[in-house]
């Protein structure tokens, strides 16, 4: 039987935005428009709509809703994804608060989904 060769895994610590740690600009709208695109798409499969039928309720011409769903998002604005909730039937609320003390250098844009 062969033996198996151990081999050294190297492990890096991420800033928790795939994005940033891809060096992209504008990390933090990226993750912001793909956590809402999540959302459109859990709301799409929970109630088990077609393309169609989803481009139907948002406005969207069927191949934009093919696109969004995945995940070519970069032509749509955060104010138009929360659009599309809103049409889907979902409310949203606009939370500004102060950030927690010594936490951040910045204040932080984040989507919180109620279970």
Do not use: W
């Not at 769903?69 to 604005?77: I, P, Y």
């Not at 039937?89 to 927690?100: A, E, L, T, Y």
């Amino acid at each position: 039987m062969p033996r198996l060769r151990a081999r050294t895994v190297l492990v890096e610590r991420r800033s928790g935005n795939v994005f940033a740690d891809l060096g992209l600009a504008d990390a933090e709208e990226h993750l912001l428009k793909a956590s809402l695109v999540s959302r459109i798409d859990d709301i799409v499969r929970q109630r088990d709509l077609t393309q169609a039928q989803a481009a139907a309720l948002t406005g969207l011409a069927q191949p934009d809703v093919s696109r969004l769903l995945r995940g070519d998002f970069r032509e749509f604005s955060v104010e138009r994804l929360l659009r599309l909730l809103i049409a889907l039937g979902r409310d949203i609320d606009i939370v500004i608060r102060p950030k927690p003390a010594r936490a951040r250098r910045s204040g932080r844009l984040q989507v919180i989904v109620p279970a």
